[in-house]
């Protein structure tokens, strides 16, 4: 989803910082190879990702929804020489794709994946992170908040995706639809809550910064 005018999106990509060889090559397997390809964060977020994690330095990150770890491998730019990424996807099938290009860029000795319900897998985690990402299906947005916010550390930065769900969020909300009214109710829950800070940027589809006091 864009929110700007393709004209003006056009030059801010243009005048971006270029998207790495590997991250093209990615894409263009995923889409080859992948079923829903749209979910991949795409070169411009990916900057965006890249960026903040550079600025954060984090020792740890907590990725939530890996899919072909086109933004893990953003967010891994920015790690501390000594720093990991835990990163969680449900999908078994994508494990394998996913750890050749972790190969690939250099970090892969320091990226561990986790396979299965995120739900799950969180609360066995037995550490704390300064960059937590979350970027997976929208009816637990509000659970995995609440199972990661403690993990986070004081200070530490967590990066919401999808906040704007393809502009559904300012429209009539259907009785049906379970993943936008999660998605008011996170963004609802990221505005209220006193252990955050947080700033939606229109960044494709919406990325919410929620910095933890």
């Known amino acids: 989803m864009y929110f700007l005018p393709e004209n003006l999106d056009q030059y801010i990509v243009s005048h971006s910082e270029s998207e790495p060889e590997l991250l093209q090559e990615l894409t263009r397997e ?3 190879k992948v079923l829903q390809p749209i979910m991949l964060s795409g070169p ?4 965006v990702l890249s960026m903040l994690s550079k600025l954060v330095r ?12 086109y933004a893990t491998l953003c967010l891994a730019e920015g790690l501390s020489p000594d720093g990991s990424i835990d990163t969680i996807d449900i999908n078994e099938e994508l494990t394998d794709f996913q750890r050749k290009y972790f190969n690939k860029s250099g970090h892969g000795s ?9 739900l799950d897998i969180i609360p066995q985690l037995d550490k704390t992170y300064d960059l937590i990402f979350i970027d997976a299906d929208k009816p637990n947005y509000p659970n995995y908040f609440e199972l990661t916010i403690d ?3 004081s200070g530490g930065i967590l ?13 009539p909300l259907e009785a049906k ?11 609802t829950l990221l505005k209220n809550d006193k252990r955050v800070e947080s700033v939606i940027l ?3 589809d919406g990325l919410t910064i929620s910095r933890k006091r």
Not at 44 to 47: A, F, H, K, L
Not at 159 to 171: A, C, F, M
């Open 110 to 118: 320091r990226i561990h994946q986790h396979t299965g319900n995120a």
């Open 202 to 204: 229109p960044v494709r």
């Open 177 to 187: 639809d379970v993943s936008t009214k999660a998605v008011l109710d996170y963004n």
């Open 58 to 69: 984090p020792k740890s990150i907590l990725e939530i929804g890996t899919f072909t770890g």
């Open 159 to 171: 990066l919401s995706d999808n906040v704007l769900w393809h502009g559904k969020v300012t429209q």
């Open 44 to 47: 411009y977020q990916g900057r």
């Open 30 to 32: 995923t889409y080859q």
């Open 151 to 153: 993990k986070l550390n």
